[in-house]
């Protein structure tokens, strides 16, 4: 029985075959995959990884491909997006929602309930999963900030919940970076706000990133850390003269210089061999080995 077949019968959710995974990443890259399953809820991505686990099957979960470079190679295996992960539940200042669920549209809902604390997270495209797993943040704030506590499937697929303090966060890093979980919810508390004032702040920060940020190129956001508060990458790259620079259909944004758009149907391999040239150069001038926000997947 061919494996689709069996998943079908599982009924874990929706199940594309030969998927082309440069639809479902915002660099606009990627090859083909096996399998593309959508779970439609954590008991049904439970079954899924079990089943998966007990035929031996390569599997990848990814959120909405904000934060992602997959190479151009057949994904010979599974890909798991969570984005039908998305429950949430309101309850005065105390917020229960899915992995699966946008960060964008969750920042537009807490600002409309008057909720405060979560517009740092308005502009970074992503899911709240994602956001978890890399502690994204903004104008000096991140997710640890504003989180009470995390539920993820742990290494033997058991549901398990950590409170924030348990859950190792630190600048672009939490536990999950280390471990095999899967995030599939979490408690958020933010305060009590005046929707006037959060949505004028979102409105004057989304005014900022259009006029700094290439939003017109499928990019993935920042695609370096910070080295410190105060060395930062854009400008290290930006005094190497690369802005503008290219490899193929990939090419430093002239715009910010710790942005990498796809200006011209690049591949993966186009954007990390451009990766690979500017931690080159940065370490050769300053000597700071930089360090990647977004993953590799399939290389």
């Known amino acids: 029985m061919k494996l689709k077949d069996i998943l079908l019968e599982m009924n ?3 199940i594309k075959e030969n998927e ?3 639809s ?3 660099y606009k890259v990627g090859g083909v995959c096996d399998l593309f399953v959508t779970p439609s809820s954590i008991d049904n991505l439970i079954s899924l990884l079990k089943k998966l686990r007990e035929l031996d099957v390569k599997y990848r979960i ?3 491909g904000s934060n992602v470079i997959v190479s151009s190679k057949r994904f010979k295996g ?5 984005c039908k992960l998305n429950k949430l539940e309101i309850n005065e200042e105390t917020i229960c929602v899915e992995a699966g669920y946008s960060l964008i549209k969750l920042t537009n809902i807490c600002a409309n309930n008057n909720l405060a604390g979560l517009e740092f997270a308005s502009g970074i495209p992503g899911n709240v999963g994602g956001a978890i797993y890399m502690n994204a943040g903004a104008y ?3 997710m640890s900030n504003i989180l009470e506590s995390v539920t993820f499937i742990d290494n033997k697929l058991n549901l398990k919940t950590l409170k924030t303090s348990e859950l190792g966060f630190g600048y672009r890093k939490s536990i999950f970076m280390d471990n095999d979980y899967v995030i599939v919810s979490c408690i958020i508390k933010l305060e009590k706000g005046n929707k006037d004032e959060i949505m004028k702040l979102m409105n004057d920060r989304r005014q900022r990133r259009i006029e700094s940020q290439p939003l017109e190129y499928p990019s993935a956001g920042s695609v370096f850390r910070n080295p410190s508060d105060t060395i930062f990458s854009g400008k ?3 005094d190497l003269g690369l802005k503008g ?3 193929g259909g990939a090419k430093v944004s002239e715009k910010h210089a710790n942005f990498i758009v796809n200006y011209n149907n690049a591949t993966a391999e186009d954007i990390k061999n451009l990766i690979d040239y500017i931690k080159e150069k940065v370490k050769e001038k300053y000597n700071i080995d930089l360090k990647v926000e977004q993953e590799f997947v399939n290389f």
């Not at 599974?78 to 969570?82: C, D, E, H, R, Y």
């Open 20 to 22: 082309e995974m440069k």
């Open 24 to 26: 479902h990443t915002t």
């Open 78 to 82: 599974v890909i798991i997006n969570l």
């Open 236 to 238: 290290l790259i930006e």
């Open 62 to 64: 990814i959120g909405n």
């Open 140 to 142: 000096k704030s991140d």
């Open 245 to 247: 620079y290219s490899i």
């Open 12 to 14: 874990v959710g929706d």
